[in-house]
C-alpha cells in the first residue's frame, strides 16, 4: 500500500485526520458569487477541501432525445435528457481557475473531477493537486489511464462499479506506474437509503486492492460519514450546499453549511476517541481505579473468628486484598481483632 498520499499540504494516511472533502457539483445554481460563497461556508465548516466538476454537456453526453438519453432510472432528474440536465449543472470552465485561487487563499484544496481528454488538458493548466473520477467514469479506462499518467493523486468513487470494474480500473493506475490510489465506498442514489451504503465493503476494498479508502456519501446527515471514519475511513466527500431551499440538481441530497460543521466536529471527536490499542491504565483510570472492589472485613471480629460470607466481602475501594482471594479465605480464622471497615491483607489471617 502506499502509505502516504499528498494532496497539496495534506497527507492522507492511515495515520493522519480524515480529509474532509466538500463536493460543490451544481450547487452554485449558474452564480459565481454563489460559488464563493459555498467556497467560503466549506471553510467555515472546517472542509479540508473543495472538489468541483469539468465538463460540459457536449463533453459528458450527446445532445440526443433517444430513448437512452432520457433519464428514467427513478432519480430526482427523471424526465428530462442528460444533455438538459448537464446544461444546468456545469461549472462554467472560465470559473475555475479563479475558483481555485479563492479557494487556496482560504487554505483549502481545491481539485476537480474530469469527465473527458479536454478538461483533464484544462485542469492540468490550472495545477490541481489531484484528480477524482466520477462513479460513472470508473469504466472510462482510457480517461483513467490519461489521469494516473499524470502522477497526481487519483480518488476514485466506486458507485455503479462492479467488483470487476475496480480491478480493472486499479491495475489501470498501477500499470501506468501510479499507487497513490484512494477508494471511496459510494452508492450512486440520490439520496442513499442507509440500508443501501453497505459500509463494510469500505474496509474489505482496502484490504483487497492494498489502498487507503473512504467514502463518498450521499445520504442524509452526517452519521453515515462518522460511521465510515470509525472503520478507518481516510477521506469523506459530502456535498455542501447554502441552502437546500434554493434549488438546483443536487440540492435535496446536500449538506447545509451547519449541518456539515456538526459532522467535520464530530469526525474530529471520533479521530480522537479511536487513539491506539492499548490496555494501559490512563492516569485518570489508574486513579478511579483506587474505587474498585476488593475484600474487606465487614462486621467486627475477634481473634479466633472464622471468615464467612457475613463478615467479609468483596466491597470498593481497592484497599484490600484482590477478590480472587475470596474462596481460598472462607472457612480460616483471623488472627487479630479487626474493625468492620477494615482493609482485608494477609496479616490478619491465622495459618496456624
Known sequence: MKKEIRIGSHIISKDSPTFIVAEMSANHNMDYNRAVQILRAAKEAGADAVKIQTYTADTITLESDRPCFQITQGTLWDGITL??????????WEWQGKLKEEAEGMGLEFFSSPFDFTSVDFLEKLCVPAYKVASFEITDIPLIRKIAGLGKPVIMATGVARLSDIELAVRTCREAGNENVILLKCTSA??????DVNLRTMPSMGESF??????SDHTMGGAVACAAVALGARMVEKHLTLRRADGGPDSAFSMEPEEFKEMVDN????????????????PGQAKERE???????ARDMKAGDVFTP???RSVRPADGLHTKYYEELLGKKIAVDAEKGTPMSWALVDFQ
Open 83 to 92: 444533455h438538459k440536465l448537464y446544461e444546468t449543472a456545469y461549472t462554467p
Open 190 to 195: 440520490y439520496p442513499t437509503p442507509y440500508e
Open 210 to 215: 492494498d489502498c487507503l479508502t473512504g467514502l
Open 267 to 282: 469526525i474530529r471527536i471520533i479521530e480522537r476517541s479511536l487513539g491506539k490499542v492499548t490496555y494501559d491504565l490512563t
Open 291 to 297: 474505587h474498585s472492589r476488593s475484600l474487606f472485613i
Open 310 to 312: 457475613e463478615n467479609l
